[in-house]
């Protein structure tokens, strides 16, 4: 299989192996080839993972385009949250205690390669951290107090390696590259817990949904439970979550998804979904990689942003990748109001969507879970503007009108079109925003945490639309278990 290493100073990387081929992060985002050819083994050595930089976004785009990525986007997510990596480290608590047992200090600080360590005591250790965490460079603390815990592990980027142990890393690094990258299992372990936040604004079920799901829950045998940002240390009493607060990968919504994963509880949305969801950037590779038909759609950068203007004519629409109901999108219609927006949003985020504009007097939306058509509903757009949300017009008249159809006089290609979608996410809850021009479905977005709201989303299959949620809840426990 062909490899890339990915970094930001290709020139000082002499490797003694066949089919590497070492380039940087701009070159493996903007490269044609690249995106194009499935299956590259991807390791990806930037400087920086924080969200939303280069490091970030190879992994992220990586794994988009099907290619084999070290580390991938979930476990970058998973060093945001170090409590959750310290609690999973008891799972292997004997491993730890035998490593250190005879050691004097109180405190071991070490880093870890590709799963060696310069200490060959510690190299047992090291390899099955590795394997749990799956990142290139890793400094992992150790303390004592009355045992030894896991104090800290975190990524090393390449500045931070130390001149000493440079020819370990490499030879971790050639070593890793001539076997099969391993994984570590998921660990899967019966009551309901449902995440709200009763301060939302704009949350994705009403009280009158939440009310129908707690009932729903009660007559598939579930104890339901309501349960806020403030509960996280409860997931261990649970055994399944539905996340029903809009969700973000910065937020804690995806630590409680994380978590709840972590123990084993069938979870909607589930971490993945979250991750994939929320990136437009992501979607957008997923989607053409699949030749899914879209707008369409440039990924542009600092660097070349302005040759968008050759590429797509005025207006087109602009969107941070993270952003969330119809917030964070702009319809730009000259240079200037190009120059602007792009100044502002490039503060927060390396990389930006910009995307055909298509007028259409509303957008469907098909609801997906586990693989199958839920609901189908058309939003028409705010009164005079251009979205189904208007944010700066009276909270009365924000949101245009909602027709809710039955799944069965939908049109076949618009549900063949969001079930092929969505199964390249997941088989979680989905809501799947498309146009349609000319007969044709183009795929906008797809949402992790789509709206159901009462009256609305379950205006034709009414209760029968929650007690589905349910049962799809109860197969995953019987599976998992």
């Not at 009551?191 to 704009?202: F, Q, R, S």
């Not at 339901?224 to 029903?244: G, M, Y």
Request: aromatic residues 12%.
């Amino acid at each position: 299989m062909p490899k890339l290493i990915i970094v930001e100073n290709p020139d000082n990387w002499q490797l003694r192996l066949e089919d590497v081929e070492v380039i940087t992060p701009a070159r493996y985002i903007d490269g044609e080839a690249y995106q194009q050819t499935k299956g590259l083994k991807v390791l990806n050595l930037c400087k920086s993972y924080q969200y939303q930089s280069y490091g970030y976004y190879v992994s992220l785009l990586a794994e988009a385009r099907h290619h084999k990525v070290l580390p991938g986007v979930t476990t970058i997510q998973d060093f945001r949250f170090p409590s959750i990596l310290r609690e999973d480290s008891q799972d292997f608590d004997n491993l730890i205690q035998n490593s250190f047992k005879h050691v004097a200090e109180d405190r071991v600080e070490f880093n870890i390669y590709f799963g060696i360590t310069q200490s060959e005591q510690l190299n047992k250790l090291a390899r099955h951290l590795f394997q749990y965490i799956q990142a290139p460079s890793l400094r992992a603390v150790f303390g004592r107090r009355n045992k030894w815990l896991l104090q800290s592990i975190k990524p090393l980027s390449i500045g931070e390696v130390p001149e000493t142990d440079r020819a370990l890393l490499q030879k971790g690094l050639e070593q890793y590259l001539q076997r099969k990258r391993e994984y570590r299992p998921d660990k899967k372990k019966y009551d309901l817990a449902i995440l709200v936040n009763p301060k939302e604004a704009n949350p994705p079920s009403d009280e009158k949904a939440i009310q129908r799901f707690i009932k729903a829950a009660d007559q598939a045998g579930f104890y339901a439970e309501l349960i806020t940002k403030n509960d996280l240390d409860k997931l261990v009493q649970f055994d399944a979550l539905f996340i029903r607060e809009s969700t973000y990968v910065n937020h804690h919504t995806f630590r409680f998804a994380k978590k709840a994963q972590s123990l084993g509880l069938a979870v909607i949305d589930d971490p993945e979904s979250i991750l994939k969801c929320t990136n437009k950037v992501y979607l957008f590779e997923l989607l053409n990689a699949n030749k899914i038909l879209t707008p369409k759609s440039f990924v542009i950068s600092k660097e070349n942003y302005k040759k968008l203007p050759d590429k797509l004519a005025y207006p087109f629409i602009l969107k941070q990748p993270d952003g969330a109901f119809s917030k964070g999108v702009f319809k730009i219609g000259s240079a200037n109001e190009f120059k602007e927006v792009t100044t502002m949003m490039f503060k927060d985020s390396d990389l930006l969507i910009a995307q055909e504009y298509l007028p259409t007097p509303f957008d469907w939306r098909v609801g997906v879970l586990d693989g199958k058509p839920l609901y189908v509903c058309k939003y028409f757009m705010a009164n005079e503007h251009w979205q189904i949300v208007n944010w700066n017009a009276q909270e009365s008249s924000r949101e245009g009108s909602v027709e809710s159809i039955a799944v069965d006089q939908a049109p076949s290609g618009l549900i063949r079109t969001a079930l092929k979608a969505t199964a390249l996410i997941g088989q979680s809850l989905y809501g799947v925003d498309m146009k349609e021009v000319d007969g044709k479905f183009y795929v906008i977005e797809i949402n992790d945490n789509p709206n159901i709201d009462g009256g609305i989303e379950d205006k034709i299959l009414k209760d029968k639309l929650y007690s589905t949620v349910m049962d799809v809840f109860l197969n995953k426990i019987k599976a998992d278990r």
